[in-house]
Every structure is written in C-alpha cells, then in structure tokens.
C-alpha cells in the first residue's frame, strides 16, 4: 500500500521562506541548500523547494493541498501569528466536524490550517 513520505512546500524565496517556517512558525532546519530545505518534523519530513512564481491558488474554493498544524490554544497561536504580521485568511475561527481552524498564508502564497481539536470532554 502506498504511504506518504514528505510533504513539498513549493516558494518563490527560499529566505522568506526560510525564516517563515523556521522564525516565525517554529520549524528547525535538517539540511539545507539554495534550492530545497528539509525542515524537521515531528513525523513526515517538510521539504521547502525553489520555484519561480508564488502560489496563485485561490483558497477557498479551488482544489489543492492545505497543511494542517495542530495548536492547543487557537486564540493564542493566532494572536502571536498577528503580531509577528502573518497574513491571516480568516477574521474569526472557521468550524469543522472535529474542532475549530483559522487560515494563514506563507510569503509565496501557500495556505497553512492552524488547527485545535476538540477534546473527547468537549464533545456535545
């Protein structure tokens, strides 16, 4: 069966993109080149990768993959995201089935899902 084993985060600049993922979202860097970054993660391995152009994929609404990371406490995470200027997609929390997100956009462009989960003594 097949499994997944990296997700590429395609950017148009490798330094935003870099300090993006590293400085303001808290990921350390495995190894790095001019044209791919290996960013450590706490299972599949995130790989940042030079492209020309940023993204021009219209969220919502248009198919395409959207990273999800996970946070305790959504209110808090998006007001330090705010002040470190993060373009955040959404004004309030979006609802879903398992809990509540708000939607953040990297420097080129790429949609990232803050996500908190509903805890079991939460449930209706």
């Known amino acids: ?15 935003k993109a870099i300090e993006f993922y590293r400085d303001t ?3 350390d860097i495995v190894h790095s080149s001019t044209t791919i970054v290996h960013l450590e993660n706490d299972g599949i391995p995130i790989i940042l990768e ?11 609404g248009t198919s395409q993959v959207v990273i999800g990371i996970e946070t305790e406490d959504l ?6 995201l705010r002040d470190l200027s993060v373009n955040i997609v959404h004004d309030d929390p979006q609802q879903f089935p398992a809990g509540r997100f708000m939607a953040i ?20």
């Open 1 to 15: 069966m097949p499994s997944v084993r990296a997700i590429t985060i395609y950017v148009n600049d490798m330094e």
């Open 25 to 27: 979202m808290g990921f």
């Open 50 to 60: 030079k492209e020309k152009s940023k993204s021009t994929a219209k969220y919502p």
């Open 75 to 80: 209110e808090k995470t998006i007001s330090v």
């Open 105 to 124: 956009r990297d420097p080129a462009g790429n949609v990232i899902e803050i996500l908190e989960f509903q805890r079991k003594d939460e449930a209706v």
